[in-house]
């Protein structure tokens, strides 16, 4: 089993920046993609960005430029680094693990964090 523990929501005003942090622990193979993912009120979860193991990054392309997603693997945390937020960013934000092997695939989630942009 894999534990995600986030942290670095709040509120922030429109402009500002956030950095939200995802601890992982537990059975973490060699090879795995860690991530963010958010849902608004009424909206479906969606993907904000995801990292490797390797280093690869994913970004949705809305958010490219605004956020950052990086790991350290050696504490075995995803950081995601928000910039120039947005109202629209408003959202739950949940932290993603994915383990990886040649048999499948394993997902975990977090159990998220709220981010509000609001003056």
């Known amino acids: 089993q894999v534990q995600l523990v986030e942290s670095g929501g709040g509120l922030v005003q429109p402009g500002g920046s956030l950095r939200l942090s995802c601890a992982a622990s537990?059975?973490?193979?060699?090879?795995?993609?860690m991530g963010w993912y958010r849902q608004a009120p009424g909206k479906q979860r969606e993907l904000v960005a995801t990292i490797g193991s390797g280093g690869s990054t994913n970004y949705a392309d809305s958010l490219k430029g605004r956020f950052t997603i990086s790991r350290d693997n050696a504490k075995n945390t995803v950081y995601l680094q928000m910039n120039s937020l947005k109202p629209e960013d408003t959202a739950v934000y949940y932290c993603?693990?994915?383990?990886?092997?040649?048999?499948?695939?394993?997902?975990?989630w977090g159990q998220g964090t709220q981010v509000t942009v609001s003056s």
């Open positions: 993603y693990l994915k383990n990886v092997a040649v048999w499948g695939t394993y997902d975990y």
């Open positions: 537990g059975r973490i193979f060699s090879t795995n993609v």
